[in-house]
T-cell receptor
Framework: GDSVTQKQGQVTLSEDDFLFINCTYS??????LLWYVQYPGQGPQLLLK?????NKGISRGFEATYDKGTTSFHLQKASVQESDSAVYFC????????????FGSGTQLTVMP | DAGVTQTPRHEVAEKGQTIILKCEPV?????LFWYRQTKIQGLELLSY????????DGGAFKDRFKAEMLNSSFSTLKIQPTEPKDSAVYLC?????????????FGSGTRLTVL
């Protein structure tokens, strides 16, 4: 079945550092890949969507690109701020047609001032 | 506020108690999801409704977890009886049927602690 793997459980950076979070996926169809962000005390909210049509998504300074060859899609940001501290989830839209989401285990990003 | 509303925000229960969590989806949304979130397991799907019909009941959660959609604007998740391992954040989400991820909205969750 479809799956996503997010191995980085925690990332700690300083302000203005470069952020890179990787996620790998497995699916039998053309994937729709998503990144969600969850701030403390809130539910996840959609940050970016990437499809085979666009290969890349950009929002709020974040950029996500997918690589079909390595079945990976990563989230990056050139210069993080303390306000970016949150949990970031990658997700895959299930290929069975129900369009349910399969979530990665999440990466806790802490940005030190 | 037109978002997903979950109540209560926090719940503390003794082992063996019955608890009911509530969710009001975004008005007009036809799909409703219940997730459990823990640090170890991440986000796990408990139930999925489409136009009030149960589409998926999350397999491993069948025995003590029961979600219902009483009408298009209200859903409950009952856990009976509760166990300490049920301590987690329970998230409700809603979207338009068959819609894209852009229409999926999550509530802020209910943090359940079972003693």
């Amino acid at each position: 079945g479809d799956s996503v793997t997010q191995k980085q459980g925690q990332v700690t950076l300083s302000e203005d550092d470069f952020l890179f979070i990787n996620c790998t996926y497995s699916t039998t169809t053309y994937p729709t890949l998503l990144w969600y962000v969850q701030y403390p005390g809130q539910g996840p909210q959609l940050l970016l969507k990437v499809t085979t049509a666009n290969n890349k998504g950009i929002s709020r300074g974040f950029e996500a690109t997918y690589d079909k060859g390595t079945t990976s899609f990563h989230l990056q940001k050139a210069s993080v701020q303390e306000s970016d501290s949150a949990v970031y989830f990658c997700a895959l839209v299930e290929s069975s047609g129900s369009w349910q989401l399969i979530f990665g285990s999440g990466t806790q990003l802490t940005v030190m001032p | 506020d037109a978002g997903v509303t979950q109540t209560p925000r926090h719940e503390v229960a003794e082992k063996g108690q019955t608890i009911i969590l509530k969710c009001e989806p975004v008005s007009g949304h036809n799909d409703l999801f219940w997730y459990r979130q823990t640090k170890i397991q991440g986000l796990e799907l408990l139930s999925y409704f489409r136009s009030k019909s149960l589409m998926e009941d999350g397999g491993a959660f069948k025995d003590r977890f029961k979600a219902e959609m009483l009408n298009s604007s209200f859903s409950t998740l009952k856990i009976q009886p509760t166990e300490p391992k049920d301590s987690a954040v329970y998230l409700c989400a809603s979207s338009f049927s068959g819609g894209s991820a852009e229409t999926l909205y999550f509530g802020s969750g209910t943090r359940l602690t079972v003693l």
